[in-house]
């Protein structure tokens, strides 16, 4: 049974911003990695804003969602805070349906930080993430790997 969650910002403490900078964003990629290889979850898509991410993903059988988002927001925690960077209290979860259409999902991460203008739409956005499953199909309906302009308008 798959138990798929939807747009999913978890944010850090405002004004503090820069989980998209390199360092910061090379770890959130690797507890990424480590939370799938433990069966925590596996990502279907994600972006790592300046101050937020959105993700998708779909649960293991043994991790409850607050579980999770505990394991990877406190081994994060300490390269937060070298610099001066904390989580936001709380997130926003969405499960859903089995029958509820992806698509609109993966638009919404994909486009965000186009729609926050934090590059020309020419450029793909490192903090950007697909697993190779969805990015078979996901990626046929982009603009060679961006969006089409039409999508930002």
């Known amino acids: 049974h798959r138990r798929d969650h939807g747009e999913r910002p978890v944010h850090l403490q405002r004004p503090a911003s820069g989980l998209s900078e390199p360092v910061l964003l090379a770890a959130l990629n690797q507890q990424r990695l480590t939370l799938e290889a433990e069966g925590h979850w596996a990502v279907r898509t994600w972006v790592v804003m300046p101050d937020h991410l959105h993700a998708l993903?779909?649960?293991?059988?043994?991790?409850?969602?607050?579980?999770?988002?505990?394991?990877m927001k406190g081994r994060l925690s300490p390269a937060l805070r070298k610099r001066q960077l904390s989580w936001q209290e709380g997130y926003f979860d969405h499960r859903m349906r089995p029958d509820e259409d992806r698509l609109p999902v993966?638009?919404?991460?994909?486009?965000?930080?186009?729609?926050a203008d934090l590059l020309p739409q020419s450029e793909r956005w490192p903090g950007y993430y697909c697993s190779s499953e969805d990015w078979e199909w996901f990626a046929s309906l982009t603009n060679s790997n961006v969006p089409f302009p039409e999508w930002l308008q």
Not at 57 to 71: D, N, Y
Not at 108 to 114: A, E, G, T, V
């Open 57 to 71: 993903f779909t649960l293991g059988a043994k991790t409850s969602l607050s579980e999770c988002l505990r394991l």
């Open 106 to 115: 993966f638009l919404y991460i994909f486009l965000n930080p186009y729609r």
